[in-house]
């Protein structure tokens, strides 16, 4: 497992823009699948974003796709969620996550580490 540490979370208006980071542990950082889920009040956890392996290949959930980018730095062993164009809909937990499955989108049980979350909140 690697330990993971979010950060970038906080209050924004709709419209607006956020970016996440993601703290990763550990050696071979592109040996792993790293990734967003998120989890709104009553709702169940939900894919947003991942990247994976040495290609960095990107994988999104529809309702995110042309708002949200998932990036990484290597040298870093960072991991970042920008997010643009905020909706109410957005708002939740959004943990960082990270998984040895690489080369397509891991299922969520396959994701073996995860963050404590970051909230982010979009208001009106």
């Known amino acids: 497992q690697v330990q993971l540490v979010e950060s970038g979370g906080g209050l924004v208006q709709a419209g607006g823009s956020l970016r996440l980071s993601c703290a990763a542990s550990g050696r071979s950082f592109i040996r792993y699948t790293l990734g967003w889920f998120r989890q709104a009040p009553g709702k169940e956890r939900e894919f947003v974003a991942a990247?994976?392996?040495?290609?960095?290949?990107?994988y999104y959930t529809d309702s995110v796709k042309g708002r949200f980018t998932i990036s990484r730095d290597i040298a870093k062993t960072t991991v970042y969620l920008q997010m643009n164009s905020l909706e109410l809909e957005d708002t939740a937990v959004y943990y960082c996550?990270?998984?040895?499955?690489?080369?397509?989108?891991?299922?969520?049980?396959?994701?073996?580490?995860w963050g404590q979350g970051t909230q982010v909140t979009v208001s009106s």
């Open positions: 990247i994976s392996g040495s290609a960095g290949s990107t």
């Open positions: 996550v990270a998984s040895r499955v690489i080369g397509r989108s891991p299922l969520l049980n396959e994701y073996d580490s």
